[in-house]
């Protein structure tokens, strides 16, 4: 459900606005090793963060970042065989598949989502690093503004820029990618 209604936020906020889009480098990810996951963040910077204009990359959208609850990180173990789920996932859309009904409107029937084999998530800084079968090496490197923030989770979800980034994905590097704040269901 969360998935959903994040999926059909995104949609409803994303805008015809282009990015430049610069070529990058985009080696294999390594192999998650010990000590490639790691938490340090004492506030709750759990939801979705989701951009505020569109970020392209091929025919790929970039939907969102979940970012789950501090349980969540403590439970995970690593990407395992099977595994749909780590505390920090971004989505993508491939925006040129069919529209579906959803029970929260339309949405794109073809989504990537990527989970990581490396990620750091501190109070000031989100670091995200996986791999897709759609997209290749996918790196996310954002500075999160914790009083915008603080701001958005007294609003539930205020349209002001929480996180400022750098995304790579299919060896391409977009840069200023801005994203606000969404608790979710």
């Not at 390594?30 to 204009?53: C, I, N, Q, R």
């Amino acid at each position: 459900m969360r998935h959903l209604i994040g999926l059909a936020a995104g949609l409803l906020i994303l805008t015809g606005c282009d990015r430049s889009v610069a070529p990058g480098d985009a080696p294999a990810a390594p192999a998650p090793t010990a000590g490639a996951f790691s938490h340090t963040a004492t506030s709750d910077l759990s939801g979705y963060y989701m951009p505020v204009s569109e970020v392209r990359i091929g025919k790929w959208v970039f939907d969102h970042i979940f970012v789950g609850q501090a349980f969540e990180f403590e439970a995970w173990k690593g990407v395992e065989s099977g595994t749909t789920f780590a505390p920090v996932m971004l989505q993508f859309d491939d925006a040129t598949s069919p529209m579906v009904q959803t029970e929260l409107g339309e949405a794109r029937s073809v989504t990537a989502r990527v989970l990581p084999t490396r990620y750091a998530v501190a109070e000031d800084r989100l670091v995200f690093e996986g791999t897709s079968a759609e997209l290749g090496v996918v790196r996310f490197e954002g500075r999160i503004d914790q009083g915008a923030l603080a701001t958005s989770r007294r609003n539930l979800g205020d349209e002001g820029v929480v996180v400022t980034g750098a995304l790579t994905a299919a060896g391409q590097t977009v840069r200023d990618v801005r994203l606000r704040w969404w608790m979710g269901d």
